[in-house]
């Protein structure tokens, strides 16, 4: 139960009592000024009467001078509650004085007339209203009246309220008890609201059920679809997590805003603060992809193999993945709440390390010689090729060894091919330890035959002499086949220099064997560089 | 000769008044020094308010008796009043006790021998008075 000021019907009471109370007293001030009013006009009535009773014998007394009369007069005339004082007078010598006389406010004046002689005044009798009288029966009156009108106020109030109570409020009760007993949430408490009348609660009451109706069904229909959305997101979250693919999704910020276990399974370096990109080790590579995908709008996806970041002792691990911009309704949303520029990206990635390494292994065996695992001829022209490219663009130039080992054969023939292979891979291994910085490679060209080259800012042709003889002499030292047999090789050496000879690997490559075997002819053991005169 | 022309006078005027109405003589003994008095004067001497002459001697009013119809008639001609409203006239004067009517005599033959034998009496009659020994000094008309 609330407090009893919170009940309509009582505040209506309580708001009727009031109004009516102020009426009555507004109204009360009002009658009891027209009380006073009219009291005093019905009373200067009154007393003109009285005065018009005794006026006969009033003028009697004026006319035969009788003070006692006049005393008997004026006396009773005092008697009366209404009149405070009367005086008789005439111009000769009577004047009698009876009760108060002060004051002239409602004074009443009689002119006497004589008793024989018509319209001739012989005297005037005073009449002194009792104003306080008056006025005390002006406020009687009108506390009368105010007092009937706030019982008839409270009578009303009474009545208003009961009826209130009972047509109103009562039934706003019992509506609102059956009302409560609704849970919004649970649509098999909406029974239908009973209001038997047909009045404005009644039409409330209708209004009130159909809403209800609406609503329930609404509800069901509701749970319905929550069910059924259910079912399909827990078989959606059943693909997702059970995926053998790592699924993810990056925000704006390449940060990972979702991840299911197999993404976290393929890369558990992964945390919340770490960005995508930070993952991988093609840092480059990764984020411009990640801007195409974001800002061309033809590009839909992209696939790229990555290589993941590993801790010490890790193996290195590759994958593959996808990546597609998600452009649904529901991310531009959510973009709009969080503020985030650009489109979520997905990534679906698989593991494929085994594949990659594979692949690295093959692509390794087709670049790279088996046996002294220098590159190979294949791989030695296009890097040639590449290393122009370099110098041309950058106004550089490519020094070319060609070199050929002297005193091959008979290693191969005298002590087998198995040292022949020795003799191979140790020259492949000093060759190397020249040729290792960037921009140098040494390649096996074929049989005895290797290629190496180097770029360089100038030429500077004695300096080239010093390594192309550093060269010779690394050959020249003796190379162990067995515990107790070695045997020395040496090497002819045609140097050819680009741009200054040839500005393409197919001429770079004749001049250097031209030169090659020029210096076979001479006596091999020696070097010499590419003169154009030659021919 | 003057006295008996005015005699004569108001004796034809009184024969000629009594052709036509009854009125009324107020009288006084003839000694007395009043000549005559106007209707005024005898109003307020019958009527209470004067109980002198107009010289001041002293006035001894009298009347009628209350049942007399003449009186009525005295009375109307006079003031213009009711025998009743007479009355109450008196009855209100009497009651505050300083006012008297005027002395009632039985007939008009007892007025006549007061006022013949008082000089300061005052009386009226019907008809003219005969004897020499009274006077009229105010003839009122009915």
Same mark, same amino acid.
């Given at each position: ?6 009940k309509?019907? +009582?505040?209506?009471? @309580?708001? %009727?009592?009031?109004?009516?109370i =102020?009426?009555? *007293?507004?109204? !009360? /001030? ?13 009373a ?20 035969v ?5 006049g005393?008997? +007069?004026?006396?009773g @005339?005092? %008697?009366?509650?209404?009149?405070? =004082?009367?005086? *008789?007078?005439? !111009? /000769?010598?009577l ?15 009689t ?5 024989f ?12 209203p009792?104003?306080?009288y ?16 706030? *019982? ?5 109030a ?11 409020t009562?039934?706003?009760?019992k ?46 229909n ?24 790592g ?7 390449n ?6 276990p197999?993404?976290?399974n ?20 990764l ?74 292994k093959t ?17 030695g ?21 060609m070199?050929?080992l ?34 140098e ?19 500077n ?37 680009a ?7 197919k001429?770079?490559?004749?001049c ?24 | ?10 004796s ?23 000549a ?23 006035a001894?009013?009298?009347?009628l ?13 006079l ?5 009743a ?20 005599l ?5 007025m006549?021998?007061i ?20 006077r ?7």
């Amino acid at each position: 139960m609330k407090s009893i000021s919170g009940k309509i019907y +009582i505040k209506v009471a @309580l708001a %009727i009592a009031i109004g009516a109370i =102020g009426t009555s *007293l507004v109204t !009360s /001030v009002l009658l009891y000024i027209n009380a006073v009013s009219s009291e005093q006009s019905k009373a200067q009535a009154l007393i003109e009467q009285i005065g018009a009773t005794i006026r006969s014998t009033a003028s009697i007394a004026l006319y035969v001078q009788d003070k006692e009369l006049g005393q008997e +007069i004026v006396q009773g @005339l005092v %008697i009366n509650d209404l009149i405070a =004082g009367a005086k *008789l007078s005439d !111009s /000769v010598s009577l004047d009698v004085t009876f009760g108060v006389t002060s004051g002239n406010k409602g004074l009443i004046k009689t002119e006497i007339q004589h008793p024989f002689i018509p319209n001739q005044t012989i005297g005037e009798l005073l009449i002194y209203p009792n104003r306080n009288y008056i006025q005390s029966i002006a406020k009687q009156n009108a506390v009368n009246d105010a007092l009937l009108l706030l *019982l008839y106020s409270a009578i009303v109030a009474l009545f208003v309220s009961v009826f209130v109570h009972k047509l109103l409020t009562q039934p706003l009760q019992k509506l609102t008890a059956s009302f409560l007993k609704i849970d919004p949430r649970n649509t098999e408490t909406m029974r239908t609201l009973i209001h038997n009348e047909n009045d404005e609660i009644g039409q409330m009451v209708q209004g009130i059920n159909d809403l209800m109706g609406e609503l329930k069904s609404t509800l069901e229909n509701e749970t319905d679809l929550r069910i059924q959305t259910q079912a399909l997101e827990s078989k959606f979250r059943l693909i997702f997590e059970q995926a053998s693919a790592g699924i993810c999704l990056i925000d704006a910020d390449n940060m990972i805003s979702a991840s299911n276990p197999a993404f976290n399974n393929i890369l558990p370096n992964s945390s919340d603060d770490t960005t995508f990109i930070q993952l991988f080790e093609h840092v480059d590579q990764l984020s411009s992809l990640l801007i195409r995908i974001r800002n061309e709008e033809s590009v839909n996806h992209l696939s790229i193999d990555l290589k993941c970041k590993s801790l010490l002792g890790e193996n290195k691990k590759w994958v593959h993945c996808l990546f597609s911009r998600v452009t649904t309704q529901r991310s531009e949303v959510r973009q709009s709440d969080t503020g985030a520029q650009g489109p979520l990206i997905e990534v679906i990635m698989y593991d494929v390390t085994e594949r990659a390494e594979k692949e690295h292994k093959t692509r390794f065996e087709a670049d790279h010689d088996a046996l002294t695992h220098l590159k190979n001829r294949r791989a030695g022209e296009a890097e040639i090729e590449n290393l122009l490219q370099t110098v041309s663009f950058l106004d550089l130039s490519l020094v070319v060894f060609m070199i050929d080992l002297d005193n091959f054969k008979p290693v191969n023939d005298n002590h087998g091919h198995d040292a022949g292979d020795r003799v191979l891979i140790e020259v492949g291994k000093r060759l190397q330890t020249v040729f290792d910085g960037k921009n140098e490679f040494c390649s096996r060209w074929g049989g005895d035959e290797f290629v190496a080259a180097y770029v360089v800012n100038e030429v500077n042709i004695d300096e080239i002499r010093a390594l192309a003889q550093s060269t010779l002499d690394s050959l020249r030292y003796p190379i162990d086949l067995s515990d107790d047999v070695s045997c020395t090789i040496g090497g002819s050496i045609g140097v050819v220099i680009a741009p200054t000879h040839a500005d393409n690997t197919k001429d770079l490559i004749a001049c250097a064997d031209k030169t090659m075997y020029r210096v076979k002819q001479n006596g091999r053991g020696h070097f010499e560089i590419f003169d154009p005169d030659w021919i | 000769m003057s006295k008996g022309l005015r005699t004569l006078m108001f004796s034809v005027a009184a024969m000629f008044a009594c052709q036509v109405q009854a009125d009324f003589y107020v009288v006084v003994q003839s000694d007395n020094p009043q000549a005559f008095i106007t209707k005024k004067e005898a109003v307020n001497l019958f009527m209470g308010r004067s109980r002198a002459f107009s010289n001041g001697d002293f006035a001894l009013i009298f009347d009628l008796p209350r049942d007399d119809p003449k009186r009525a008639a005295f009375y109307l001609s006079l003031t213009g009043w009711a025998p009743a409203k007479v009355n109450s006239y008196w009855s209100r004067l009497m009651f505050s006790g300083q006012s008297m009517p005027p002395q009632p005599l039985p007939d008009e033959l007892a007025m006549i021998n007061i006022v013949e034998r008082n000089p300061s009496a005052l009386g009226w009659l019907s008809q003219p008075p005969t004897n020499p020994s009274l006077r009229t000094i105010l003839v009122i008309k009915e």
